[in-house]
């Protein structure tokens, strides 16, 4: 049995077709066209289209993964704010296009499913999923379900810790995604060099302090620059406490960490394991298994959005 998985993002569509073990037998990209419904349709269509082609076993069913709120049930995308949609019902378009059924998930809802079904968690029954790039999502799945409360449970990036904080995409100020997502970051950084940046900070940026990213905060505190290594211990702090909140309701296997502002050589996911300790005033038993890294597949997208239909939920 195989599955077409489809991860659509801000700017492309990624897909490919995956077995039932989670290995990835064809996939493909192309950039989202974002015009109209019908050309982000196109868009989706001229991969699958393309992986069609290449099967050589008919699949089964077609997973989706939106990066914005859905509506399960009925297979509708409700919005998605950077692709520009509203109320498309992609699960019915793709099934009168394709013939088969579909089911569509919130882009971390399905990274949360992926890790269960084929990552590094699976076999945890428990586990909170938590991607830190542009915003930071969250997925968590408790007894072998995803935890969905009245609809858009799982909110890592909303949950309130510092009020009065920076404020968020969502409208509220303090969320751990205005002050620990890449462009949360990159403000931390840019307030706290922008008295006296040093050396290495003017050497990074041209002397254009706007230009600071959150891979310069890394890159700065690699070179040895302390105001850096301050704003990156401070990014692991906040994660921690997200953490810290996470293990006081779910109680989870493991916390599991993935997206572009984690790939940097291991450096916060240790600062998390760090202040998850000092924040708690004791040692875990395990903790480098308990807070861990997604497998650093380039595929995780598309196998988080065929383990929607390969391992369905119960
Ligand atoms: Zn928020």
Redesign the pocket.
């Known amino acids: 049995m195989t599955g077409i998985g489809i991860d659509i993002g801000g700017t492309k569509v990624a897909a490919g077709i995956v077995d039932h073990d989670g290995a990835i037998l064809a996939h493909g990209r192309a950039p989202i066209v974002k015009d109209s419904h019908e050309t982000i349709l196109e868009s989706v269509c001229v991969v699958v289209d393309d992986l069609l082609v290449q099967a050589v076993e008919r699949p089964s069913a077609i997973g989706i993964a939106v990066p914005g709120t859905v509506d399960r049930d009925q297979g509708i995308a409700i919005s998605a704010v950077n692709v520009g949609w509203k109320n498309l019902p992609l699960v019915a378009l793709l099934q009168d296009r394709y013939g088969l059924p579909g089911v569509i998930a919130n882009d971390a809802n399905a990274g949360a499913w992926g890790e269960y079904a084929f990552g590094s968690c699976k076999g945890m029954e428990n586990l909170v999923y938590v991607t830190v790039g542009t915003g930071i999502g969250g997925g968590i799945i408790e007894a072998g379900r995803v935890v969905r409360g009245r609809g858009a449970a799982g909110e890592i ?2 949950i309130l810790v510092n009020p009065g904080g920076p404020l ?5 100020n303090g ?1 751990l ?2 002050l620990a997502a890449g462009p949360g970051i990159a403000r931390r950084g840019r307030t706290a060099a922008a008295n006296e940046p040093s050396e290495i900070v003017r050497r990074l940026t041209g002397g254009d302090l706007d230009s600071l990213t959150s891979f310069t905060v890394h890159d700065a505190a690699e070179a040895g620059d302390q105001m850096m290594q301050g704003v990156r211990d401070d990014t692991a702090r906040w994660l921690a406490i997200g953490c810290q909140i996470c293990q006081q309701l779910f109680a989870p296997e493991c916390i599991v960490f993935a997206g572009g502002v984690m790939q940097d050589g291991g450096r916060l996911i240790q600062g998390i394991r760090a202040w998850f300790q000092r924040l708690a005033g004791s040692e875990h038993p395990d903790i480098e298994s308990f807070i861990r890294l997604a497998g650093e597949s380039e595929h995780a997208g598309i196998l988080g959005a065929a383990a929607l239909v390969l391992r369905p939920e119960q």
């Open positions: 990036g909303h968020c995409n969502c409208g509220v969320c995604e205005s």
